[in-house]
């Protein structure tokens, strides 16, 4: 029961925050025009951006459903296709990053975000790889990695704007400050549910080994 309230809380957190940092910007895009890094053409940028936004969308909003283990019991073929749609939705967003990034304000985190670009797009590749080969929880773990590093670029902005201060004490510089607070938005996640995973695969084989002995005895 635990589990699911904490689910619910972080998906309308999750959405919450997206909604409420996009929707505004949305409007402001489609009347007086984009974003001035975003170039004067559309082939200067506004391109790539107009789809990573799209795609994107698409990527946070089937992630709700592909996570929810209801919905995907219940509606395999449903399950199935709008994965497709998220690995789509995935590569889009991970290839418009390739002319988005060496644009990108933040100096400092270019390098951050070209890591978790390059991340992303190797647990993108993993999963449909293992799920073709019927490697279902190592697939779960890939979409999952995947979606840790989709999440980044809506994350990474509560952190800009409730943590900058740690790292500001913390670092020597402003420029180091904004690098280790960008990583740290992808990297910890990643850390805690691949330590996770490990544990419990450990977990797994030993009682697995205490099974064998026991029966051998």
Request: charged content about 15%.
């Amino acid at each position: 029961m635990m589990r699911r309230v904490f689910i619910l809380i972080f998906w309308l957190a999750f959405f919450g925050y997206f909604l409420y940092r996009y929707i505004p910007n949305v409007l402001e895009y489609t009347g007086p025009g984009f974003p001035p890094y975003s170039g004067d053409t559309w082939l200067n940028n506004r391109l790539w951006f107009a789809l990573h936004i799209s795609a994107g969308v698409f990527v946070y909003a089937i992630g709700i459903v592909q996570f929810t283990s209801s919905i995907r019991n219940k509606f395999t073929r449903l399950h199935r296709f709008l994965g497709k749609i998220y690995i789509a939705a995935s590569l889009i967003a991970i290839f418009t990053l390739v002319f988005m990034i060496p644009n990108s304000l933040c100096k400092p985190c270019r390098i951050s975000q070209a890591m978790v670009t390059s991340l992303w797009l190797v647990f993108v590749l993993s999963a449909y790889y293992l799920i073709r080969q019927r490697k279902i929880e190592w697939h779960r773990r890939m979409i999952i990695s995947s979606f840790i590093c989709a999440a980044y670029f809506v994350t990474v902005r509560v952190v800009d704007k409730f943590a900058m201060p740690l790292f500001f004490s913390i670092s020597k510089s402003e420029d180091e400050a904004l690098l280790v607070s960008d990583i740290f938005v992808w990297a910890v996640p990643l850390s805690i549910f691949h330590t996770i995973w490990f544990v419990r695969d450990n977990k797994t084989k030993l009682h697995a080994k205490k099974i064998v002995v026991d029966r051998n005895a």
